[in-house]
């Protein structure tokens, strides 16, 4: 648990769990509003495309339904997506996304694989990170909050609290 005292008796206790959300939560907001304050200096930005379309077109071959969450599982897949992500930055995109969209718990759930859900996720950023390095220029790199629902469909099948639920707990 942590604790939180002012002095005054307006003390709070966190669980851990508790506690690494409140920070997410004021991490997200700072990072948030630091992004602002950058695109804001450009009005207009050049993004990248489509990125599982742009995968399979390079030769990805999807375990069903996980499309570009298998080359982020798949370590020797990893090199697909940096390629893209280059590939769009040298086509001139000023900002690219993270290719982790399809990385959703109720998917990865159904091909026995939510152990990957984290690491699939935090290398959607690096591998990003990797391809902006390696070209040397200065590009934004968005992360991706996906559905945690199905993709192609208008009818509304969560609430935000089913939505939180799906990335918090499985």
Not at 124 to 148: D, M, W, Y
Not at 161 to 169: D, L, M
């Amino acid at each position: 648990y942590v604790y939180f005292g002012n002095g005054k008796g307006n003390n709070s206790t966190y669980s851990y769990q508790q506690w690494k959300n409140m920070c997410f939560h004021w991490l997200s907001y700072i990072v948030f509003v630091n992004f602002l304050i950058i695109f804001k200096k450009n009005k207009k930005y050049i993004l990248d495309g489509g990125g599982g379309q742009t995968l399979l077109e390079m030769g990805l071959r999807p375990e069903g339904a996980l499309w570009s969450a298998t080359a982020l599982i798949n370590k020797n897949l990893n090199s697909l997506v940096v390629n893209m992500h280059t590939d769009f930055i040298n086509a001139g995109s000023e900002l690219i996304v993270t290719t982790n969209f399809s990385v959703r718990k109720k998917r990865l759930i159904q091909y026995n694989k939510l152990n990957y859900f984290e690491e699939a996720t935090n290398s959607a950023a690096l591998l990003a990170k990797k391809a902006k390095e390696n070209t040397g220029k200065n590009v934004l790199i968005a992360g991706s909050i996906p559905t945690q629902g199905i993709v192609y469909s208008a009818e509304i099948i969560t609430n935000d609290k089913e939505t939180y639920s799906g990335f918090y707990e499985t």
